[in-house]
């Protein structure tokens, strides 16, 4: 039985997952995707005998409903998860030294990891395990805690600019996209809380073994097809307007346009894309969504005729090089190593040309990697994501808006919306969840005033 209609603009984890449910619990869904494809940012492109993704993406044991939607799509097997937390910290110069969680009960098991810790002195070492503890007390949905930057509340408890760097740092500009100072205090406790300190298991890496457009994209395309989800790619929607019954969705499409009716209505866009559709409806705040602002991206790949490291995985401090992954059997390489560079919170580096990327990087893999001295380069070339997360800053949650909107039967779904989750995979498919709830609610609540009308 049909039980209304709902369209669902963007395609991306939030959009895949609130069609998803919603054809679950009954409804007639149509999925609106300006591209050719689905998967939102998480996709691929062919680069000679390389299967590029855009960007490098992780994902931790505690991203729960993420690792729920690739079971659902059949794309759970395309992740390895590591068995125990473990990630090989390297300088120029240095011995390496590693983050490694032992077998033992939450918050225990990160103590050895913390004391082992080389890049960090013992007076350094003992500091960082007292405020680790001090972490457990913070609620991240405080509104105050969100005010207060990472760095500032860390220098508060008397860590110092080198535990900022090669530590807290570390975990929190790959997590957040952003240094200490322009991160939410409230966003970080989550990511440290959530993902480090209240479940030992909770921090294990996982890593996709297989490019993102078919690890989301064409498996979700799959499994939302044979639900019987009516996806239609290469189909941009224009604006949300009332109708006579709920609203209507212009579409603009290769053949011309159309209008979509709909009982309901989940915009799960970008946030800037979100206000502009909005725009004709009375939704407060979509005007304020515009100062999340974005946080840009890039991400370095580099082609060698050989191995030059042993490391699958690994960060760097003292280096221009954050985070460094090994790609090479992912994109299908015939030959040599593939790397990737990963570099979070790269307001610098997004406008700077490939040649001087390549002057900065390329010196500095030969720093990690002797035998980078040795290889024959094949290829080097940047990907860059400008808008790759919205800007998680202090006082960000206060313009994060709700899943429900003034608008009865208009939903909000994406990553940017309050989830209490940083702009993350995990944040992006509670969103899409959340969303296919407030559909059901707010059409069932319908449904039963026309009924007893």
């Known amino acids: 039985m049909n039980r209304g209609t ?132 913070i609620d991240p949905s405080d509104p105050a805690i969100d005010e207060q ?14 535990a900022v760097d090669a530590l807290w740092g570390l975990l929190a500009v790959a997590a957040l996209n952003a240094a200490p100072d322009d991160a939410s205090m409230a966003l970080a406790a989550k990511v440290f809380r959530t993902g480090l300190l209240e479940t030992a298991d909770a921090c294990d890496i996982g890593v996709p073994q297989q490019p993102l457009s078919e690890l989301h994209g064409e498996a979700g395309r799959q499994t939302l097809l044979a639900a019987g989800v009516d996806v239609r790619l290469r189909r941009k929607a224009r604006a949300i307007r009332r109708g006579p ?80 992954f090994d790609r090479t059997r992912i994109s299908g390489a015939r030959r040599g190593q593939y790397l990737a560079l990963s570099q979070s919170a790269a307001q610098q580096e997004i406008g700077m040309r490939t040649e001087e990327l390549r002057e900065i990087f390329l010196p500095a893999l030969r720093e990690l990697f002797p035998a980078v001295g040795k290889a024959k380069l094949l290829d080097f070339f940047v990907t860059r994501e400008p808008h790759a997360t919205f800007r998680q800053a202090p006082g960000s949650a206060a313009l994060r808006p709700s899943a429900i909107t003034e608008v009865p039967g208009l939903v909000l779904a994406g990553a940017w919306t309050a989830t209490g989750w940083p702009d993350t995979t995990e944040g992006a498919v509670r969103s899409g969840i959340r969303a296919a709830e ?16």
Not at 21 to 50: I, K, N
Not at 151 to 157: A, C, E, K, P, V
Not at 301 to 319: G, K, P, W
């Open 6 to 137: 709902v369209v669902v603009i963007g395609g991306g984890l939030a959009g895949m997952a609130a069609a998803l449910d919603c054809r679950e619990r009954g409804y007639s869904v149509r999925l609106l995707e300006a591209r050719p494809r689905l998967g939102g940012a998480t996709y691929s492109f062919a680069r000679g005998d390389l299967l590029v993704d855009t960007g490098q993406h992780v994902l931790l044991r505690c991203y729960t409903a993420y690792l729920d939607l690739l079971r659902r799509i059949g794309a759970a097997d395309g992740v390895r998860m590591q068995q125990r937390f473990r990630v090989p910290v390297l300088s120029p110069g240095a011995a390496p030294t590693s983050l490694t969680r032992w077998n033992l009960r939450a918050p225990a098991h990160l103590a050895p990891a913390l004391l082992n810790y080389r890049r960090l002195n013992w007076a350094q070492r003992v500091r960082a395990a007292r405020t680790a503890l001090a972490l457990r007390g």
């Open 149 to 162: 930057s990472l760095g500032q509340w860390l220098r508060d408890q008397g860590e110092t600019p080198r």
């Open 245 to 324: 019954k709920g609203f209507q969705v212009p579409v603009e499409e290769q053949a011309g346009a159309s209008v979509l009716d709909a009982d309901s209505v989940v915009v799960a866009t970008p946030h800037s894309a979100a206000a502009a559709l909005v725009d004709e409806l009375p939704v407060r705040g979509s005007a304020e969504w515009s100062r999340l602002s974005s946080s840009p991206i890039v991400n370095v790949h580099v082609h060698f005729d050989r191995a030059v490291t042993d490391h699958e995985m690994a960060a760097v401090l003292d280096s221009p090089v954050q985070w460094v």
């Open 438 to 453: 407030a559909v059901d609610a707010e059409l069932r609540s319908r449904t039963s005033v026309e009924v007893t009308a």
